[in-house]
C-alpha cells in the first residue's frame, strides 16, 4: 500500500514538473516557448505567465514551461543564460520543484538549457541572454526581453529619434555618386526589430543595443553603405510574443507597436530630413 502510494506520489509530481522537449532543431539554434508552444524569434518580448518553473498548462505531453534555449548540437550539459545586468543565472542540477534557487535559475539537458522562474519577475525584467553551441560547436548569442504582466503592457513600443546622422563614407571621383552611411537611435526599444528599405527592398542594417538603467534601453541603427539618393524608411517594432488580452489582467490589451520613418536623400545626400509615420501601442 504505501509503495503504491510513493509511487502515486512520484508520478503526480513528475506531471506537475514537466519533461524536457523534444523538438531541438535539425541545424542552428532556437527559442522555444512551451506554455504558447511556440518558436519565437530572438529579441522577442514575453511577459512572466508565460513561463514557470513547472508544466503549467498541464499539456498532453508534459513539457514544462521554462524557456528552452535549444541547438542542434545534441550533447550533454550545453549552454548558459545571464540575467539583464549580464551575471550568471544559477544552474541548477536537481529536479524541477522547490528546492530550486529563486527567483531563476537554469538547467541543462542534452542539447538545450532551460530558463525556469520561481518568482516575480519584479526587480529583474529586461533582456536576457543564452549563449549555446550551434551543431559546428560555435558559440551564438539568442536574446529575450523578459518583464511583469505590467510591465508588459506598460512598455509602449520602441521611439525612434527623428534626428539622424548622416556621414559621408567616400567621395571617389570614380564613384557614380558619393558612399554614405544613415543612423539613429531608438529609445525605449529592446527587445526591437529592425527593417529599412528603399523603394520597397530590403537593405541591410546594423544594430548596436546598448542598455542602462531604468527604461532608458537604446538601439542604435545604422543604415550603411549607401549610393543612392532616395526615399528610405526603417521601422523598428517590438516582436510580441502575444498581441491581445493579457493573461490574468482584466480589460487590458497589448498589441504590436512600432515607429516608422522615412529618410529623404537629396541628390546630392548633404543632408537629410526624417519624418515619423506611426507610433504607438494599441489598448
Same mark, same amino acid.
Given at each position: 500500500?504505501?509503495?503504491?502510494?510513493?509511487?502515486? @506520489?512520484?508520478?503526480?509530481?513528475?506531471?506537475?514538473? /514537466? *519533461? =524536457?522537449? #523534444?523538438?531541438?532543431?535539425? $541545424?542552428?539554434? *532556437?527559442?522555444?516557448?512551451? +506554455?504558447?508552444?511556440?518558436?519565437?524569434?530572438?529579441?522577442?518580448?514575453?511577459?512572466?505567465? *508565460?513561463?514557470?518553473?513547472?508544466?503549467?498548462?498541464?499539456?498532453?505531453?508534459?513539457? $514544462?514551461? @521554462?524557456?528552452?534555449? *535549444?541547438?542542434?548540437? $545534441?550533447?550533454?550539459?550545453?549552454?548558459?543564460?545571464?540575467?539583464? #545586468?549580464?551575471?550568471?543565472?544559477?544552474?541548477?542540477?536537481?529536479?524541477?520543484?522547490?528546492?530550486?534557487?529563486?527567483?531563476? +535559475?537554469?538547467?541543462?539537458?542534452?542539447?538545450?538549457? &532551460?530558463?525556469?522562474?520561481?518568482?516575480?519577475?519584479?526587480?529583474? !525584467?529586461?533582456?536576457?541572454?543564452?549563449?549555446?553551441?550551434? !551543431?559546428?560547436?560555435? $558559440? =551564438?548569442?539568442?536574446?529575450?526581453? &523578459?518583464?511583469?504582466?505590467?510591465?508588459?503592457?506598460?512598455?509602449?513600443?520602441?521611439?525612434?529619434?527623428?534626428?539622424? =546622422? +548622416?556621414?559621408?563614407?567616400?567621395?571617389?571621383?570614380?564613384?557614380?555618386?558619393?558612399?554614405?552611411?544613415?543612423?539613429?537611435?531608438?529609445?525605449?526599444?529592446?527587445?526591437?526589430?529592425?527593417?529599412? %528599405?528603399? #523603394? /520597397?527592398?530590403?537593405?541591410?542594417?546594423?544594430?548596436?543595443?546598448?542598455?542602462?538603467?531604468? %527604461?532608458?534601453?537604446?538601439?542604435?541603427?545604422?543604415?550603411?553603405?549607401?549610393?543612392?539618393?532616395?526615399?528610405? =524608411?526603417?521601422?523598428?517594432?517590438?516582436?510580441?510574443?502575444?498581441?491581445?488580452?493579457?493573461?490574468?489582467?482584466?480589460?487590458?490589451?497589448?498589441?504590436?507597436?512600432?515607429?516608422?520613418?522615412?529618410?529623404?536623400?537629396?541628390?546630392?545626400?548633404?543632408?537629410?530630413?526624417?519624418?515619423?509615420?506611426?507610433?504607438?501601442?494599441?489598448?
Amino acid at each position: 500500500m504505501l509503495r503504491g502510494l510513493l509511487l502515486l @506520489a512520484g508520478f503526480l509530481l513528475l506531471r506537475v514538473e /514537466g *519533461q =524536457q522537449p #523534444n523538438n531541438l532543431p535539425s $541545424n542552428g539554434i *532556437q527559442l522555444y516557448l512551451p +506554455f504558447v508552444n511556440r518558436i519565437i524569434p530572438d529579441y522577442s518580448m514575453i511577459y512572466a505567465s *508565460q513561463f514557470y518553473d513547472i508544466d503549467q498548462n498541464n499539456d498532453a505531453n508534459n513539457i $514544462n514551461d @521554462a524557456l528552452w534555449c *535549444q541547438s542542434a548540437n $545534441n550533447v550533454t550539459n550545453i549552454g548558459v543564460w545571464y540575467y539583464p #545586468n549580464g551575471t550568471e543565472i544559477p544552474l541548477f542540477d536537481g529536479p524541477f520543484g522547490m528546492t530550486a534557487p529563486r527567483p531563476m +535559475f537554469s538547467k541543462r539537458f542534452s542539447g538545450q538549457i &532551460a530558463l525556469a522562474r520561481r518568482d516575480d519577475l519584479s526587480g529583474y !525584467e529586461g533582456l536576457y541572454k543564452c549563449i549555446i553551441p550551434d !551543431e559546428n560547436g560555435v $558559440n =551564438q548569442t539568442l536574446v529575450v526581453g &523578459a518583464y511583469t504582466d505590467t510591465g508588459y503592457n506598460n512598455n509602449d513600443g520602441p521611439d525612434a529619434d527623428p534626428t539622424m =546622422q +548622416f556621414s559621408l563614407l567616400s567621395t571617389s571621383r570614380l564613384a557614380t555618386s558619393p558612399l554614405f552611411s544613415l543612423s539613429f537611435n531608438v529609445s525605449d526599444g529592446p527587445p526591437t526589430t529592425v527593417s529599412c %528599405s528603399v #523603394n /520597397g527592398t530590403g537593405i541591410s542594417t546594423e544594430l548596436s543595443r546598448v542598455i542602462v538603467n531604468g %527604461s532608458g534601453f537604446i538601439t542604435r541603427v545604422t543604415v550603411p553603405n549607401l549610393s543612392e539618393a532616395s526615399n528610405y =524608411q526603417c521601422t523598428v517594432s517590438n516582436d510580441r510574443v502575444t498581441d491581445g488580452p493579457i493573461r490574468g489582467v482584466i480589460g487590458v490589451h497589448a498589441g504590436s507597436s512600432a515607429t516608422s520613418l522615412n529618410l529623404l536623400v537629396s541628390d546630392t545626400p548633404t543632408g537629410l530630413t526624417a519624418t515619423r509615420l506611426s507610433t504607438g501601442l494599441a489598448h
